[in-house]
């Protein structure tokens, strides 16, 4: 598994040596814990800036908090419909069609979910037939290698260009006969790549061509910079009937902790995707759901001033960052930099280790965003408020 690598990760790899498992070692067993949470729990414990993990340490709106307040009060607190209150999947269905281009049936084609995450997982287990192939690009998040396994499939990792465009060569090769899904991230974690109606093209004929379905997760819709346009793969000709549309109110509404969100597809992925979702979870949060459907009435404005804020964000950390000695770009999307470090003379995990013990500032090793390679990259976010951005880089400034 790539996380035995990072030292990081290790520490935490479950060994089936004795006792109850030594001689039945389960699933758990082939996995590290996520790096991306581990080190959130290193920052707590250093009392450092957690500029790993991609929650913000600001509220979100308050009409939500209001929302989900009187969501509890008027007593929405048993269950939901198993694939999402109905409110809630009429306002999906009006938004997706006016953001996003796509026409979803509320009845047959949306099921809300615990999460991206879950949507995922619960998307996974739906399509996947153990022994397929799964395309994941690379650098990738951290969640989908290990989703491709435990639904039964092998991860193919495909790496992006240089310039994390993609790379037809690479993908037309890593198609073979056993090949069921492609698993695209846009606009992208780690990278910031937002990718192009070329790209996504040339994806739509590689799915159409080999019978495959696409998981696109889009939980970064909404930030997005310099003017430009997330296009959701699912509204290109031809993969109405073969996409998973995943979305989340985590980002967009800065709610990581209410866990709530959606998995768009036609009725017949639908219907396989909410068989599992109804044996994984029984269904998302209820009072949450309500709350949901507020955050979707929010007017334009509010996503234009999402990302106006987050542009503000990524310069203070990329100024930050170059002034520290760090080499990278300025992201196209979502709310990552991620940076090469070659010139400071460590490995990922190291370096990672000494910024978080010494300096004070957590950040994500790269190695934890590929099968492979990896070792020269760390990731920051800059989901947090202004003045934790400037302190952060006050700390990383001792690095010149
Ligand atoms: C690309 C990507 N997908 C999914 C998630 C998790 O999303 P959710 O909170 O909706 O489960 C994250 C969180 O960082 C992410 O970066």
Known sequence: MKHARSGIGRTQKTAAKEGLFAKHPSRADTFTESVIREMTRLALA??????????????????????????????????????????????????????????????????????????MMASMLAVIRPGDEVIVPEPFYENYGPDAEISGA?????????????????????????????????PNNPTGKIFTRGELAFIRDLCVDHNLVALTDEIYEHIVYDGRKHISLGSLDGMEDRTVTIGSFSKTYSVT??????????????????????????????????????????????YLGLAEEYNRKRHILYNGLKKAGFSCELPEGAYYIFTDIAGFGKSDVDFARYLVEKIGVAAVPGSSFYHTGGETKLRFTFSKLDGTLEEACRRLEKLA
């Open 46 to 119: 250093h009392n450092a800036i957690n500029l790993a993990q991609g929650f913000p340490d600001f509220p979100c709106p308050e009409e939500l908090k209001t929302a989900a307040s009187v969501a509890v009060r008027d007593n929405h607190n048993q269950y939901a419909i198993t694939w999402g209150a109905k409110n809630l999947r009429d306002a999906l269905s009006a938004r997706v069609k006016t953001f996003n281009g796509m026409d979803f049936d509320p009845e047959t084609e949306i099921t809300v979910t615990c999460g991206s995450t879950e949507a």
């Open 154 to 186: 092998v991860p193919k990792y495909v790496p992006l260009a240089a310039d994390f465009s993609i790379n037809e060569e690479a993908w037309k090769k890593a198609v073979s006969r056993k090949t069921r899904a492609i698993i695209l991230n846009t």
């Open 257 to 302: 902790g209410w866990r709530v969100g959606y998995a768009l597809a036609d009725a017949d992925l639908t219907s396989r995707i909410r068989k599992i979702h109804d044996f994984l979870t029984v269904g998302a949060p209820a009072p949450l759901q309500q709350a949901a459907v507020t955050a979707l009435s929010l007017p334009g404005s509010y």
